[in-house]
């Protein structure tokens, strides 16, 4: 019995031999090696794809911040250029006052002349019925009296009208021009929530690229309406 017990036994020595555990331990170390490198490598693929992420995101977040300045850019141009319409309209109404107080100056003078022309017209009537002077001579004075009315009630009339033309256009440039600055003033308060809202936002590429061409082609509106 003791003899076939350590014939089994020698059998198992001679069947896990030095060899077989060099080897088994080998490919253990292999193993160990190849998932190392394979972990290396994995880790290694997830920093350039975080690099790429990274240079993705900071050239985007650079490209709004570009086309953000130029919007404040232009923004300041259609300021400037609402202020340079202002002032010119400003100088024309101020133009427009000088001219009419010097058309009412104008016109009266001409009435004073008219009242004083009309004064002695009326003595001259008076004089003419005193004297029982024929009905041609009281036509013509009375005549005489209608050459001097008409161009001033013509030039009355013009001037009215001239007046009533200049406040309807300068009613309608300021109107409109009040009113841009209306819409204009609620489109810079859009502009500043989306702005915010893209700031605080997690968006992607193409959300990005989508809000930064619809930013751009709003100031162009902008542009070709106030200028």
Known sequence: MDDEHLKNFNIRIDEESPDSLYKEAKENLDIKRLGRRLTIITVFFLC??????????????????????SGVFEAQKISQGLKSKFSSLMQQFTAFEKSFGDKISSLE????????????????????????????????ALAEIDSRVK?????????????????????????????????LGMDIKKMKTDALKL?????????????????????????????
């Open 109 to 140: 003078k001409e009435l004073s002349l008219l009242k004083s022309s009309l004064n002695k017209t009326e003595k001259t009537i008076e004089i003419i019925k005193s004297t029982k002077t024929e009905k041609k001579e009281l036509a013509d």
């Open 48 to 69: 350039i794809i975080g690099a790429i992420s990274s240079a993705g995101y900071f050239k985007l977040k650079k490209r709004f911040n570009e086309i953000h300045s």
């Open 151 to 183: 161009p001033i009630s013509k030039e009355l009339k013009e001037f009215e009208s001239e007046l009533k033309s200049s406040n309807k256009k300068y009613l309608q440039e300021f109107s409109k021009l009040t009113q841009n600055l209306s819409l």
């Open 199 to 227: 700031s605080s936002a997690s968006i992607n590429k193409k959300e990005l690229e989508f809000a930064l061409e619809n930013e751009r082609k709003y100031y162009q509106r902008k542009i070709r309406r106030l200028t």
